[in-house]
């Protein structure tokens, strides 16, 4: 089972940067590390995606540890429509994504 | 981006009637899709495969024979629950894999009165 640990929950405010942790000690070499957000009553929404190097896209920035146990999710700049449950993923190519409980992000304006 | 279009988007049916999910891919081909079910305040929990032209592969504890699905064209994807109960009301979910990742259809809000 492909398994992460994140916080269940994380506060931030409005227009500060927002780092989301994810450890995923048991990861292989091959498998992927995915994010992505769940806006509520919608479906998951890709965030961004990394296997080695740090990963920068127009939503985020991906840290990955050298050793590849953990992540960091980077948001720059928190917005209200920032808010969702952030799901860290790790995941072999092809195969189907298994969701662990995420982190439920909250911006304070 | 490669989108995928599902409907519908909510849906109430009675005990003991059936209700059918479709899920499209857009732009691409999906030769498999992912059919997710989620419970009010719980993460996404897979349910079935979905394998364009042969049979779906079912998660341990799913009941085949209750969510029937069909997976015709490289296109589309449908889910149905069969002689549905209130324990199935739930928000169901598909997705199918893209070059970048996934992209999941907006979900199904399914409540059963």
């Known amino acids: 089972d492909a398994k992460t640990t994140q916080p269940n929950s994380m506060e931030s405010n409005e227009e500060e940067p927002v780092h989301l942790p994810c450890n995923h000690s048991?990861?292989?070499?091959?498998?992927?590390i995915h994010w992505y957000r769940q806006l509520p009553s919608q479906g998951p929404e890709y965030v961004i995606h990394?296997?080695?190097s740090n990963v920068n896209n127009r939503m985020a920035s991906l840290a990955i540890a050298e050793d590849r146990k953990s992540s960091t999710l980077i948001l720059h700049r928190a917005t209200l429509r920032d808010a969702a449950v952030y799901y860290c993923i790790h995941s072999n190519a092809g195969n189907m994504l298994t969701f662990g409980g995420g982190t439920r992000l909250m911006v304070k304006p | 981006g490669a989108v995928v279009s599902q409907h519908p988007s909510w849906v109430i049916c009675k005990s003991g009637t059936s209700v059918k999910i479709e899920c499209r891919s857009l732009d691409f081909q999906a030769t498999t899709m992912f059919w997710y079910r989620q419970f009010p305040k719980q993460s996404l929990m897979l349910m079935a495969t979905?394998?364009?032209?042969?049979?779906?592969?079912?998660e341990q504890g799913v009941e085949k024979d209750k969510f029937l699905i069909n997976h015709a064209s490289l296109t589309l994807s449908t889910l149905t629950v069969t002689s549905a109960h209130p324990e199935d009301s739930s928000f169901y979910i598909c997705?199918?894999?893209?070059?970048?990742?996934?992209?999941f259809g907006s979900g199904t809000r399914l409540t059963v009165v």
């Open positions: 048991t990861i292989s070499g091959t498998d992927y």
């Open positions: 979905s394998n364009e032209g042969s049979k779906a592969t079912y």
């Open positions: 997705s199918a894999e893209v070059g970048y990742g996934y992209t």
């Open positions: 990394g296997l080695t």
